[in-house]
Structure formats: C-alpha cells, structure tokens
C-alpha cells in the first residue's frame, strides 16, 4: 500500500455517492444513502504510537452485524479488506506500515457494503521514532511521588506536585510540595470532599491537577468540579475552595503581579482571580482569528518581562496574546500546519513562542511580536507540554506517547531525547538551569510510574 505525504483529512462523511466495498460503483450514486454513528479509531501495538514498519491497530464500532468494510488509503484497498464487523458490529483491523513511511497523518477511507452503503475517513498519525540523542549532555535525577501525577510548578524555594487517580468519582489525589534540592517530600495533603454528583452519588474529593505559585500561595485546579482552590505554600493547608462551577473544565494556573490567570478548556475565556482579595475578577475574553471559529482555550505561558501572557486553542489551532497590563487581548495568531495545538511555551522576554500539537506532532517556533511561524518540527508520538529553560533559551517538550523528553534550541534544531521514563506529561523550570519533568503511568507494573524528573544540562 502507499502513503502519500497530503496532511489527514478531517473526519467527514462521504455519502452513498462513494464506492461501496468490493469496489462495484452504485447503480444510482444518489440513491440509498446509508449512516454511520460510529466510533473508528487506530493506535500502535498497546495503544502505543504508529511507526514507520510497525503495525497499526483499528478499532471501530457502530456498523451493522456482519457488514463487509474496505479500508482505502490513497485510492488502494488496504490488505485485508474487506473485514467484516462481528455481530455487535465492532471491527478490528491490524495494518502494516512499511518501512519508511514519513511521519504525519493520513486519511483512511471507510467504505460500508450491504444494504445501505456508506463512507466516511478517519486519521491514521504515523509518528516518528527519535531514539535516544546526546543523553549525556544532561544528568537526570528521579524520585517517586504522589500516584498519576498531572502538573508541576516551581516557587516559593519549592517544588510542587498535583496528581488524581481514575475517573469521577475520584477519590485518590494529591498535592505535593518539595525540597528542590532534595527532593524529598515534605508535606502532602488530600483534598477535602466534593459535594455528591448530579445523581447523588458520592462526589469523592476536590481532586487536583493543573498548578501554579503565587507567593505564599498555591494555586490548583479542580478540573472535575470545574473550580479551583488555594492553599498555603508553608504547610499546603487550605486557605479556600472556590465553589463548584466557578471556572468551566479549568486546566492551567498561572500567577503574576498579584492576579492568577485560569484557563477554561474549550472556552473563549481566561478567568482572572486576585491573590489578596482571593475574588474572582472580570474574566478575559478571546477572540478568534479565523473566520467563523471561536477560540477555545487550553494552555497558558507567561513571558514576565514582556508583560505578557499567551494563550493556546485546542481546536482552533492559534495563539492569542493578552497584555497583561491592559488585561486585554492583544491579537491572535492562525498557526497553519499545527493540529489539535494544546500545549504551548514563550520565551521569558516574549520573543519566541512555541506550540504543542498532538494531532500531528508537531512543535511550531512562532516570532512572539508579530506572530509568524519560522519553523515547524516533529518531535515524536504525541507531544503535550513545554517549557523554556530561560538560561539556554533551549526548548523542553513532554512526548507523551513517545516515553521522553525532547530538547531543542531556541530556533527548533533537535538537541537532544531524553529517556525520562513512560508518560511524561508536564514540565516546570526553576530559573537555575533545571526542568522539572512528572511521569504517570503505564500499568500497574511500570517502574517508572509517579515519579518526578530533574534534568540539568552537565
């Protein structure tokens, strides 16, 4: 089979005018048009990434019983097709991926037989496989922490550490402060109960999971009960919980000048809160830079001594900058080429920024005045977050399928991948030259699991 190099089409139905499975042409192109309601999806062996001469795995649901499905990619029926859903209509396709295979996204052509034929496409994300790079230039020193850790901040001559277990109800979570030398935990604590479920059911706690330092204070999110909550950076003891519903699916939590900026996921907003008052403050409203989209927030980054703070969208794919002087938004920047952009990092002085994207991998150096995008790079399976260490300028990035740390200059040259254990999902830097990198989990039987990463450049 081949694989061209077009970027992955967008999931669409095609309608009955496509050709049903087994390849025969309708009789009447418009006539008996099928459905699909269904679920298709692909992922490597465990649910890992894709790679080039691997082997890809897709699970779909919602055909027919036994309805025959030809998979397609660049006009070619994959090997294997047509597959046949079992009674429940489910289907599990293994595809081989040949060797040098470019890394990126493809389309899949679905082709339903039967007696209502239809077609839709799903994306198939080939990602690359880096290896590890120049691991000797950097020492790395772990520890195990709290269970699933989400997010780390520096601050307050400390490190702190959030993690939460499972699905709602959740009832295992915990926030952690740290020596920064040691490494050692020195206080811990559980968050207090959450009110009981829309059904009544138990509400289990007020679990944590984005983080930022405000002085003397510690800011988490409650992403489940779509609030958050202060605690004291001493002894972590809870100086207020904010109400359920405060802030709409909270991710991330960032302080300066006596406000902490609060992103709600998938929402135009950044809500705003006052660190002596502990008040909720006008939120910060975004706007889109293209046409007939909304801007729907993800992470933030802050660049002190520009002054100012820069927001992501998850679906829309740009960037926005809020001075933070005004408290208004600034502008806002397309970033073409960049798919499902969650994660992102700026430059202490605002003149680079750097965007995550999960959807294709990609990291994009982006000129933090004018909003032009100088490069674009893949760095592996699934980057997530970033973060810039402020004494190389150099780029930390958390590849989350891809078990490592990938390194680069300020201009997007690959330094280094650092073997940092399976999951990394979050970094911090401490202003000294360190990042702070938290794993989660891969199973029960991972020794790598929960623990905390600090890398430093020998």
Do not use: C
């Not at 465990?46 to 036994?66: K, S, T």
């Not at 047509?82 to 082709?111: N, S, W």
């Not at 992102?344 to 995008?373: C, F, H, K, M, W």
């Amino acid at each position: 089979m081949t694989y061209p190099t077009a970027r992955w089409l967008r999931s669409t139905a095609l309608g009955a005018m496509m050709i049903a499975a087994g390849g025969m042409a309708l009789a009447d192109p418009f006539a008996g048009l099928g459905s699909f309601d269904g679920r298709i999806g692909a992922s490597g062996p465990n649910r890992g990434p894709i790679v080039a001469g691997g082997e890809a795995e897709v699970q779909a649901r919602g055909f027919a019983p036994g309805q025959p499905v030809t998979l397609r990619q660049g006009g070619e029926a994959l090997a294997g097709s047509p597959f046949t859903a079992d009674d429940e209509g489910r289907l599990t396709a293994k595809l081989a991926i040949p060797a040098g295979t470019a890394a990126g996204v493809y389309p899949v052509v679905v082709e339903m037989g039967g007696d209502a034929p239809y077609a839709t496409t799903f994306d198939l994300k080939v990602s690359k496989e880096l290896g590890a790079i120049n691991t000797d230039a950097y020492s790395a020193q772990s520890v195990e922490i709290v269970h699933n850790p989400y997010q780390v901040a520096i601050g307050d001559g400390a490190v702190f550490v959030t993690g939460a277990v499972g699905r709602p109800p959740v009832k295992v979570s915990e926030l952690a402060k740290l020596d920064p030398d040691t490494m050692e935990i020195t206080a811990r604590v559980t968050p207090p109960a959450a009110p009981a479920r829309a059904d009544g059911s138990d509400g289990g706690v007020f679990a944590v999971y984005g983080v930022g330092v405000a002085p003397g204070q510690v800011w988490v999110t409650n992403t489940r009960q779509n609030t958050v909550a202060v605690y004291s950076s001493d002894n972590l003891s809870l100086i207020k919980q904010f109400d359920a519903g405060t802030v709409s699916h909270p991710r991330d939590a960032v302080y300066h000048d006596g406000k902490v900026y609060v992103t709600a996921t998938f929402k135009p907003l950044v809500h705003v809160f006052d660190t002596e008052t502990l008040e909720e403050l006008t939120p910060i409203t975004l706007t889109s830079s293209r046409r007939g989209q909304d801007f729907a927030t993800a992470s933030l980054s802050l660049a002190p001594e520009a002054g100012k703070l820069f927001v992501s969208s998850l679906r829309s794919d740009e960037v926005a900058v809020i001075d933070l002087a005004s408290g208004a938004q600034d502008a806002a920047w397309p970033i073409d080429g960049s798919d499902n952009t969650i994660g992102l990092a700026a430059s202490p002085d605002g003149s680079r920024v750097y965007t995550v994207a999960q959807g294709n991998d990609t990291i994009s150096v982006i000129d933090g005045t004018s909003g032009e995008v100088l490069r674009q790079v893949n760095v592996g399976a699934n980057p997530l977050n970033a973060v810039v260490e402020p004494q190389s300028g150099n780029v930390f990035i958390a590849l989350r399928n891809g078990h490592s740390v990938a390194v680069l200059d300020p201009e997007g040259e690959l330094l280094a991948n650092l073997d940092v254990g399976s999951t990394p999902n979050h970094l911090a830097q401490d202003g000294q030259g360190n990042v702070y990198v938290v794993n989660k989990s891969a199973g029960e039987d991972d020794p790598t699991a929960h623990q905390l990463t600090r890398l430093t450049a020998k």
